[in-house]
Protein backbone atom coordinates (compact mmCIF):
# COMPACT_ATOMS: atom_id res chain seq x y z
CA UNK A 1 0.00 0.00 0.00
CA UNK A 2 2.64 2.67 0.66
CA UNK A 3 4.31 1.79 -2.43
CA UNK A 4 1.79 2.60 -4.17
CA UNK A 5 1.10 6.29 -2.16
CA UNK A 6 4.99 7.21 -3.14
CA UNK A 7 3.88 6.36 -6.82
CA UNK A 8 1.02 8.41 -6.52
CA UNK A 9 2.66 11.30 -4.97
CA UNK A 10 5.80 11.08 -7.23
CA UNK A 11 3.22 11.44 -10.27
CA UNK A 12 1.73 14.29 -9.05
CA UNK A 13 4.93 15.88 -8.49
CA UNK A 14 5.43 15.32 -11.66
CA UNK A 15 2.26 16.59 -13.52
CA UNK A 16 2.39 19.62 -11.29
CA UNK A 17 6.04 20.31 -12.29
CA UNK A 18 5.22 20.11 -15.97
CA UNK A 19 1.71 22.09 -15.74
CA UNK A 20 4.16 24.97 -14.26
CA UNK A 21 6.57 24.85 -16.77
CA UNK A 22 4.03 25.19 -19.30
CA UNK A 23 2.24 27.76 -17.62
CA UNK A 24 5.12 29.87 -17.49
CA UNK A 25 6.51 29.58 -21.13
CA UNK A 26 3.06 30.38 -22.58
CA UNK A 27 3.39 33.21 -20.17
CA UNK A 28 6.67 34.06 -21.70
CA UNK A 29 5.08 34.86 -25.15
CA UNK A 30 2.21 37.14 -23.73
CA UNK A 31 2.48 41.19 -24.17
CA UNK A 32 1.24 44.23 -21.84
CA UNK A 33 1.15 46.27 -25.28
CA UNK A 34 -2.59 47.78 -26.18
CA UNK A 35 -3.93 50.79 -26.68
CA UNK A 36 -7.37 52.20 -26.53
CA UNK A 37 -10.20 53.09 -29.45
CA UNK A 38 -11.25 56.50 -27.35
CA UNK A 39 -9.65 59.17 -27.33
CA UNK A 40 -6.65 59.80 -24.91
CA UNK A 41 -8.03 61.22 -21.58
CA UNK A 42 -6.04 64.53 -21.87
CA UNK A 43 -8.00 66.23 -24.48
CA UNK A 44 -11.25 65.83 -22.72
CA UNK A 45 -11.93 69.09 -20.67
CA UNK A 46 -11.40 69.03 -16.59
CA UNK A 47 -14.49 67.06 -14.98
CA UNK A 48 -15.74 64.97 -17.69
CA UNK A 49 -15.29 60.94 -17.77
CA UNK A 50 -15.81 58.45 -20.87
CA UNK A 51 -18.11 55.57 -19.75
CA UNK A 52 -19.31 52.58 -21.85
CA UNK A 53 -22.40 50.88 -20.45
CA UNK A 54 -23.58 47.37 -20.53
CA UNK A 55 -25.49 46.64 -24.03
CA UNK A 56 -28.64 45.07 -21.48
CA UNK A 57 -28.44 48.28 -19.30
CA UNK A 58 -32.19 49.72 -19.64
CA UNK A 59 -32.51 53.53 -19.82
CA UNK A 60 -34.51 53.48 -16.46
CA UNK A 61 -31.61 51.93 -15.23
CA UNK A 62 -29.16 54.20 -16.59
CA UNK A 63 -31.05 57.32 -15.58
CA UNK A 64 -30.84 56.34 -12.08
CA UNK A 65 -27.74 55.73 -11.76
CA UNK A 66 -26.79 58.82 -13.54
CA UNK A 67 -28.79 60.82 -11.34
CA UNK A 68 -27.57 58.75 -8.28
CA UNK A 69 -23.74 59.92 -9.39
CA UNK A 70 -25.29 63.52 -10.30
CA UNK A 71 -23.75 62.86 -13.80
CA UNK A 72 -25.19 63.65 -17.13
CA UNK A 73 -24.87 62.43 -20.61
CA UNK A 74 -22.60 65.55 -22.35
CA UNK A 75 -21.35 63.63 -25.61
CA UNK A 76 -21.90 60.35 -27.53
CA UNK A 77 -22.73 57.53 -28.04
CA UNK A 78 -19.74 57.09 -30.19
CA UNK A 79 -19.26 54.07 -32.75
CA UNK A 80 -17.93 52.14 -30.18
CA UNK A 81 -20.94 53.14 -27.78
CA UNK A 82 -18.57 55.58 -25.22
CA UNK A 83 -20.81 57.96 -23.49
CA UNK A 84 -18.73 61.60 -22.46
CA UNK A 85 -20.32 61.84 -19.16
CA UNK A 86 -20.28 65.44 -16.77
CA UNK A 87 -21.04 66.97 -13.04
CA UNK A 88 -24.43 68.19 -13.18
CA UNK A 89 -23.96 72.26 -13.83
CA UNK A 90 -20.71 71.87 -15.70
CA UNK A 91 -22.25 70.54 -19.26
CA UNK A 92 -21.05 73.67 -20.13
CA UNK A 93 -17.20 73.73 -19.50
CA UNK A 94 -15.74 72.88 -22.99
Same mark, same amino acid.
Given at each position: ????? *??? *?? *? @? +? =??? %? /?? $? %???? $?? $????????? /??? /???????? +?? =????????????ELQGLLS???????? +?? $??AGVYTLA? @? +??????
Amino acid at each position: MMKWL *VAA *VV *V @E +G =IGL %A /TL $S %AMTW $SN $SQGLSADYR /TLS /TPAASLPA +GQ =IRAVFAPDLKLGELQGLLSTSKLSVVG +GP $SEAGVYTLAL @E +GRERQR
